[in-house]
T-cell receptor, first 117, second 111 residues
Framework: GAVVSQHPSRVICKSGTSVKIECRSL??????MFWYRQFPKKSLMLMATSNEGSKATYEQGVEKDKFLINHASLTLSTLTVTSAHPEDSSFYICSARGEGGPYNEQFFGPGTRLTVL | EDQVTQSPEALRLQEGESSSLNCSYTVSGLRGLFWYRQDPGKGPEFLFT???AGEEKEKERLKATLTKKESFLHITAPKPEDSATYLC????????????FGTGTRLKVLA
């Protein structure tokens, strides 16, 4: 149980284009989803927290107009990188947290490698 | 300021050589501490949740313990397949359920 998928796993795009990444919880309802960015050999950096049906809460320093997050259902959240530039190249990982019980674990997707040329 | 620190940054062990990884935290209020394993190019894989000082969890060669200041991940008789980055994260009692991650320990187990 507690499986989270991400699509695509890898994307290469030209500078100036927008890229959408999907994050799905496959076997549980995710009331909260999180989006992270990870640089090589570094830990995960939280970008934003999203609750189903609400606007995302962005961490300090993260441009909300650049990284659009939508959490339209209890199983799907999307991250859109708008007008991507080479500095946006990174490994993006989502996680999901269910509701109920004392358990607060986040379950992570496999990640999306974004390369902007 | 809430802070999580992991040590060592990197660790090389011979197969069968037991060791411990440390996760120290200074936070305003701890809701839970979580351990994950991450392989290169993949998302973190959940290992353990610890909620209160004195709690211990075990899974195969791994055992996690928690005190009021730190957590240890003990690896007994490691195998090469245990090579990975091990991440700890804390969740605060206040507000959201977001994590504060440590910097990770890169473990390499040599055959």
């Amino acid at each position: 149980g507690a499986v989270v998928s991400q699509h695509p796993s890898r994307v290469i795009c030209k500078s100036g284009t927008s890229v959408k990444i999907e994050c799905r919880s496959l076997d549980f309802q995710a009331t909260t989803m999180f989006w992270y960015r990870q640089f090589p050999k570094k830990s995960l950096m939280l970008m934003a927290t999203s609750n189903e049906g609400s606007k995302a809460t962005y961490e300090q320093g993260v441009e909300k107009d650049k990284f659009l997050i939508n959490h339209a259902s209890l199983t799907l959240s999307t991250l859109t990188v708008t007008s991507a530039h080479p500095e946006d190249s990174s490994f993006y990982i989502c996680s999901a947290r269910g509701e109920g019980g004392p358990y607060n674990e986040q379950f992570f997707g496999p990640g999306t490698r974004l390369t902007v040329l | 300021e809430d802070q999580v620190t992991q040590s060592p940054e990197a660790l090389r062990l011979q197969e069968g050589e037991s060791s411990s990884l440390n996760c120290s935290y200074t936070v305003s209020g701890l809701r839970g501490l979580f351990w994950y394993r991450q392989d290169p190019g993949k998302g973190p894989e959940f290992l353990f949740t610890l909620y209160s000082a004195g709690e211990e969890k075990e899974k195969e060669r791994l055992k996690a313990t928690l005190t009021k200041k730190e957590s240890f991940l003990h690896i007994t008789a490691p195998k090469p397949e245990d090579s990975a980055t091990y991440l700890c994260a804390v969740q605060l009692t206040s507000g959201t359920y977001k994590y504060i991650f440590g910097t990770g320990t890169r473990l390499k187990v040599l055959a």
